[in-house]
């Protein structure tokens, strides 16, 4: 593992090095250092904007008593894209704008996601005393396959437990 970060810490900078002297030689000196400053810049401005956007819609999602996954997620490509808009290259710039486009970026996400379960358990005592608890568990999105496998259908099993006899009619 050691040698697999040196190797990523050694050749990465060196090929973002031989890209700039690649495109000084074409463009000149001094407009491969603007371009490089103007995209750090334009990813500050980026990364302030659209990290703004993610924080208000995380907290909507948090006041509707919602679990903010994607906005969340959102947010760390949103920081990973402006930390490599601000790293001097133009390969790790292409990378950081592709992380802050939208579409990209949720595409990216639906990606990561693809297959992730969340396993929970609630447990809850209201002003009477009574307890309410349950155990759920959340898989990725579900493919969108043709409608032949009927074998696999959404099972909700539950058991409720009643300390008090309520009055029948």
């Not at 990523?8 to 491969?32: D, K, R, W």
């Not at 500050?44 to 993610?54: E, H, T």
């Not at 379960?117 to 493919?143: A, C, I, L, M």
């Not at 043709?146 to 309520?166: A, T």
Request: neutral net charge; without cysteine; glycine residues 10%.
């Amino acid at each position: 593992m050691l040698k697999v970060f040196l190797l990523f810490f050694v050749l990465v900078p060196l090929a973002e090095l031989y890209i700039l002297i690649q495109v000084g030689s074409v463009i000149g000196a001094l407009p491969t250092v603007l371009l490089t400053v103007a995209t750090a810049v334009m990813g500050v401005m980026l990364m302030r904007s659209q990290g703004a956007s993610i924080l208000q819609k995380t907290q909507v999602s948090l006041a509707k008593g919602e679990v903010p996954q994607s906005a969340m997620m959102e947010g760390a490509f949103i920081f990973l894209g402006g930390l490599l808009l601000l790293v001097p290259g133009l390969m790790s710039d292409a990378l950081g704008l592709l992380f802050l486009i939208p579409w990209v970026r949720k595409a990216l996400i639906r990606q990561t996601l693809k297959g992730y379960k969340v396993r929970g358990h609630y447990q809850y005592r209201n002003s009477e005393g009574d307890y309410f608890e349950g155990e759920w568990t959340e898989s990725g999105p579900k493919q969108t396959g043709s409608l032949r496998n009927h074998s696999e259908r959404d099972v909700i099993e539950g058991e409720v437990l009643d300390d008090k006899e309520s009055p029948r009619k």
